[in-house]
């Protein structure tokens, strides 16, 4: 079974950046569509970001233009790179593959607030 670990979130004053990293365990992570999913207080948990095994991204339309996906297959590591934050960007976020096949990790929450 893989085991996915979120780093990198905190709290950021609006208009400001943050870099998540996920790491996964296990080889087998560059077979898999990865996606970045948060939950914010109180609601579902959506998804954000999507990125393919070749490269190719999508994103929900409220990130696009602000936040950009990728991974390194080689470190079995997933990032969101995260501009302009809003408060409405604020969570936990999480990373699993694009059919949320994995058991989900703790998250790393972002608060973004002034």
């Known amino acids: 079974q893989v085991q996915l670990v979120e780093s990198g979130g905190g709290l950021v004053q609006p208009g400001g950046s943050l870099r998540l990293s996920c790491a996964a365990s296990?080889?087998?992570?560059?077979?898999?569509?990865m996606g970045w999913y948060r939950q914010a207080p109180g609601t579902q948990r959506e998804w954000v970001a999507i990125i393919t095994n070749s490269g190719y991204t999508n994103y929900r339309n409220s990130v696009k233009g602000r936040f950009t996906i990728s991974r390194d297959n080689a470190k079995n590591t997933m990032y969101l790179q995260m501009n302009s934050l809003k408060p409405e960007d604020t969570g936990v976020y999480y990373c699993n593959t694009g059919g949320q096949d994995f058991s989900w990790g703790q998250g790393t929450p972002v608060t973004v607030s002034s």
């Open positions: 296990g080889s087998i992570f560059s077979i898999y569509v």
